[in-house]
Nanobody, 129 residues
């Protein structure tokens, strides 16, 4: 059973930075390295949306709203994916979830949650103005 656990969420002032982590267990390193990984977020009262994905080759796809501010990376040796968030805005306030897909996703599927098989429980990010 693959388990994903996010950490790093916090309350920060606008303009600040945070680094989220998502550690996977119940999966071998070799299998994890083949996962497509994604970060999604759900603001209060809104639907969950894709933020960024990174495939097994390290290619990343970002939502327009976070381009230039957020950076995704993965460490397959640690079964962990990271989300570096800079220049945070109040609009970034949300519950952030990581997700894993067992298949390589086409570009049009990378930010769509229905294509992901495993999900974490989320970590809260709150940005105040």
């Amino acid at each position: 059973q693959v388990r994903l656990v996010e950490s790093g969420g916090d309350s920060v002032q606008a303009g600040g930075s945070l680094r989220l982590s998502c550690a996977a267990s119940g999966v071998s390193g070799g299998t994890y390295s083949r996962f497509s990984l994604g970060w999604f977020r759900q603001p209060p009262g809104k639907e969950r949306d894709g933020v960024v994905s990174i495939d097994s080759d390290g290619q990343a796809s970002y939502a327009d709203s976070v381009k230039g501010r957020f950076t995704v990376s993965r460490d397959n040796a640690k079964n962990t994916v990271y989300l570096e968030m800079n220049s945070l805005e109040p609009e970034d306030t949300a519950m952030y979830y990581c997700a894993a897909s067992i298949v390589t996703l086409s570009w049009w599927a990378r930010l769509r949650e229905s294509y992901y098989n495993y999900w974490g429980q989320g970590t809260q990010v709150t940005v105040s103005s």
